[in-house]
């Protein structure tokens, strides 16, 4: 009986809906559409109105199909709607840099050049009437990676951990892993000038050797060493970092930069108190964690939740890790007339100059000059062996 | 119910969902773009038959004047005329060039040359770069002179059966004369242009143009002015061979744009800058102004300002040195604690130019070092051009106002209301099309070659000046 029940009442509410379907949703297709039919019509016609009851289907079909169906890959999703609508999410949400961010995910995700590409997106999205970008469908495959990339960007992760690659200086995709530091303009700026003393130093021949060693101190992605051992080709570098990825990380970077150079660089897991070396270094360069535990409160998310602590804290004033390199420097890996270039926090020239003084009775380390990074801060040291030790 | 009702009802439809404010009784261009057709419709060109609006004449031919009213006869002397004409122009211009054999020749070694193992390899690639871009030159030079024969040849046969078929039937005499009037202005098209790029010899003519479009005073009227302004370069660019791309581009806050920054490049051997350089300065219209409350005239200016862009074609050898002091290097990360505190994506680099004013933004590349050797590379390339320009020696001899107002007088008026003319005010150049001006194409480019002419003509006569009084 309950079953008959249900069973009638089963086939009372299918003819029920079919009568819905048949006499509400067609009227108001119609009068939605036959609107339009009559407009296209006319104007292609050139004001003769024809009497036309034709349904335009192509419209109809977009209305009535999900996004995948019919147009095989594609979705229906134009990178402009995309472009706004994760914007605003990005902006909600308080991420720095909303469109910036959106561009390099996008621009990955739509496997543009990677040199250009993300450039492209942001002059191209600006303008309007620019229906070759902005009108193009995303398919289906491009729209999950973005959204997936999208998601993790929402939670303030850096785009170069979600990109698992960044650029540094002219090299092109070096790799990029949480928890190692993502490499900063200003290290560019130490390398530059690095580079740049180095070589000043080979023509005056002051610098004359066959081989130069040099040092990188807490490597992280291995871009400092890197770059010099690139930039000087008799040169010989070894990295440190306390970090297991990072050893691997830089190795890896190493490969891609100096292919079939990469055994002129070479990467350990050791902290500074820990390195010994053999050859003593000519050159130690290094960008150790600098800023004061004081300050570590003020970092942002993106900075603070992702990158390691190790990479970033030096201690109450931040000097820990810069006073050990220049412990380990004077007593251990210079040779005479080595030289030391660090990246500090601009409180650090001032304190670096007064402990100096303090510490050395015989005067050992000059603190030979103060360099600025292009926004005016004192960000870089060079020091010294005095020669008449 | 009955036809006739149905009909008349679809009619009552049709007219309410039609744009209201359009008076045409077949004009159905949606709102949006209803600006676009009332320049268009209200144009006397556009009644013209359609071929008369495509190939819109600007070789004058004696046998073009008055082809309705001469008789046969008349007109094949005139056809003579303009044969005898071109085929003397021809030969000046070919006595000129370089001759068919050389020229093949030099395709030839070459050819030769890139067709050699080890040329494509990375050790050889700067001259394999210098051997496509002469080699793709020479070809289309060679194209072009061995056309000029063909065409020289086609007009002598073609006057000579014209000749021979005196009295016969009109209409094959018409076809006839019509083919060889085609080839005539083709020919001498083609003449007056190869002419025209004898004088783009500059320096940087060859360079990519950077054009930068900037909205003058008078806000959305002006905003839209140089939307119209940049359709036009773009529409022109693209009818000339070469590619436009938009660098950098300011919305407008209703319409159009603040500014827009175009680049224009052409293939290896075309003169891009040569051709636009001719546009530097202000840009006057007058018109009734659809953003007026009122509809009434109104004057508004847009600053255009081309550089040729030297970034790709200096090596770091040939650019000046800019002593430091005199350069202003600002970056994105000027406020906050930068470093190791701060990880931002963006690394634009400013760089100016103290003593001129000129500053270069660069953004495009994802390092900051890059962005900075760009920037730089930029700003002295433009300061380069700006040297030549001002006839000066050195960087440090540049004149800072000259930059600033490079701008200065309105070099071309586009009065579309009372009357229509454009006129350019160097070269006394005018023309009443003036949709099929801002359309870009052929008339721009008369426009263009006009000036072009009259420059050649002014460094002329400054040389034989030079000459007398040394």
Redesign the interface.
């Known amino acids: 009986m309950t079953f008959q029940l249900a069973l009638g009442l089963c086939l009372m509410m299918s003819v029920f809906v079919a009568t819905a379907r048949a006499f509400l949703v067609p009227p108001l297709l119609f009068t939605r559409h036959s609107?339009q039919a009559?407009?296209r019509v006319?104007?292609r016609n050139?004001?003769q109105?024809i009497?036309s009851t034709e349904l335009p289907t192509r419209r109809i079909s977009r209305f009535c199909s999900s996004a995948e169906d019919k147009t095989g890959d594609k979705t229906h999703l134009r990178v402009e709607n995309i472009w706004k609508s994760s914007i605003d999410r990005l902006e909600q949400q308080g991420v720095?840099?909303p469109e910036?961010?959106v561009a390099?995910l996008l621009a990955s995700a739509m496997d543009l050049p990677w040199?250009?590409g993300?450039?492209q997106l942001?002059?191209?999205m600006?303008?309007?009437d620019?229906t070759a970008t902005t009108a193009v469908l995303l398919t289906t495959r491009q729209y999950e990676d973005f959204e997936a990339m999208l998601e993790r960007r929402l939670k303030e992760e850096?785009?170069?951990y979600i990109l698992g690659k960044?650029?540094?200086?002219?090299y092109e995709q070096l790799i990029v892993r949480p928890p190692l530091?993502?490499p900063?303009?200003?290290t560019?700026?130490l390398v530059?000038l690095v580079r740049n003393d180095i070589q000043k130093q080979q023509q005056q021949q002051t610098l004359d050797t066959d081989t130069i060693h040099i040092l990188d101190v807490g490597c992280g992605t291995g871009v400092i060493g890197i770059a010099l051992a690139d930039a000087i080709p008799n040169s010989h570098v070894h990295a440190i970092d306390v970090e297991p990825m990072a050893v691997a990380t830089s190795l890896e970077n190493a490969r891609l930069v100096l292919s079939d150079q990469a055994e002129r660089y070479a990467a350990f897991q050791s902290s500074a108190q820990d390195h010994t070396t053999v050859q003593p270094y000519h050159v130690i360069v290094s960008?150790p964690?600098?800023?004061p535990r004081s300050?570590m409160e003020?970092?942002?998310r993106?900075?603070v939740d992702y990158?390691s602590d190790l990479?970033?804290c030096g201690g109450d004033d931040g000097m820990d890790v810069i006073r050990s390199i220049l412990h380990k420097w004077v007593t251990e890996w210079g040779t005479p007339n080595s030289v030391c270039w660090m990246?500090v926090?601009?409180t650090h020239p001032a304190l670096l100059q007064t402990w100096l003084l303090e510490q050395q009775n015989g005067n050992v380390v000059v603190l030979e000059s103060i360099h600025q990074?292009?926004?005016?801060?004192d960000?870089f040291v060079k020091l010294s062996l005095r020669k008449d030790r | 119910m009955a036809a006739a009702t149905?009909?008349v009802l679809?009619?009552e439809?049709?007219n309410a969902?039609r744009p209201t404010r359009c008076q045409s009784?077949?004009c159905?261009t949606p709102a949006t773009i209803r600006r676009h057709h009332r320049g268009y419709f209200q144009n006397y060109y556009y009644y013209l038959p359609r071929s008369a609006r495509q190939g819109y004449p600007t070789v004058r031919l004696f046998s073009a004047k008055s082809s309705d009213t001469a008789t046969t006869n008349e007109r094949i002397s005139q056809i003579r005329r303009d044969v005898e004409e071109t085929v003397e122009l021809c030969q000046r211009n070919m006595e000129g060039a370089p001759s068919i054999s050389s020229v093949q020749q030099r395709v030839d070694d070459l050819e030769r040359e890139s067709s050699q193992p080890g040329f494509w390899d990375d050790a050889n690639q700067k001259r394999s770069q210098e051997v496509t871009g002469l080699l793709s030159q020479s070809t289309r030079l060679l194209t072009r002179l061995s056309q000029w024969d063909d065409w020289k040849g086609d007009m002598q046969a073609g006057l000579e059966m014209l000749q021979e078929m005196e009295g016969d039937n009109d209409d094959e005499i018409s076809v006839l004369m019509e083919e060889l009037v085609g080839t005539i202005v083709s020919l001498k098209t083609d003449l007056d242009k190869y002419e025209l790029e004898l004088f783009l010899s500059g320096p940087y003519d060859d360079a990519p143009a950077r054009i930068l479009l900037t909205a003058g005073a008078g806000g959305t009227e002006a905003n839209d002015w140089v939307n119209d302004l940049y359709r036009m370069y773009e529409r022109q660019a693209t009818a000339m061979g070469f590619r436009c791309r938009?660098?950098?581009?300011q919305?407008g806050d209703v319409v159009g744009y603040k500014s827009v920054e175009l680049l224009v490049e052409g293939a290896p051997g075309t003169y891009p800058f040569g051709w636009f350089q001719s546009e530097k300065g202000a840009h006057r219209l007058v018109r009734l102004s659809p953003f007026n409350a009122q509809n009434k005239r109104q004057t508004t200016f847009a600053g255009v300002d081309v550089a040729p862009d030297l970034s790709d074609k200096l090596n770091d050898d040939s650019l000046p040195d800019i002593p430091d002091k005199d350069l202003e290097?600002?970056?994105m990360?000027?406020g906050g604690?930068?470093?190791?505190?701060?990880?931002?994506?963006?690394?634009a680099?400013r760089v100016k130019h103290l003593p001129s004013g000129l500053q270069v933004k660069c953004?495009?590349?994802?390092?900051?070092?890059?962005n900075?050797d760009l920037a730089l590379k930029r700003l002295k390339g433009q300061l380069l051009a700006i040297a030549q320009e001002q006839r000066v020696q050195e960087i440090k001899d540049i004149r800072g106002d000259a930059v600033e107002a490079s701008w200065g007088a309105q070099i071309r008026n586009y009065v579309l209301h009372p009357y229509k003319m454009i006129k350019d005010q160097r070269t006394g150049w005018e023309t009443t099309n003036t949709q099929g001006f801002l359309d870009g194409g052929k008339l721009l480019e008369d426009c263009m070659g006009a000036w072009l002419r009259n420059n050649h003509a002014q460094k002329q006569q400054q040389a034989e000046e030079d000459a007398k009084s040394s």
């Open positions: 609107n009559i407009r006319g104007k050139h004001g109105i009497f720095s840099e910036w961010s390099h040199a250009n993300f450039s942001l002059t191209r600006s303008q309007a620019d850096p785009i170069q960044w650029d540094f200086l002219h530091l993502c900063r303009p200003e560019e700026e530059e960008n964690p600098y800023i300050d003020t970092l942002s993106d900075v990158e990479a970033l990246e926090d601009p990074d292009l926004s005016g801060r960000r | 149905k009909r679809f009619v439809a049709f969902i009784a077949w159905h938009v660098e950098d581009s919305p290097i600002t970056t990360r000027a604690k930068g470093g190791q505190n701060v990880n931002k994506v963006e690394t680099v953004a495009q590349h994802r390092t900051q070092s890059q900075k």
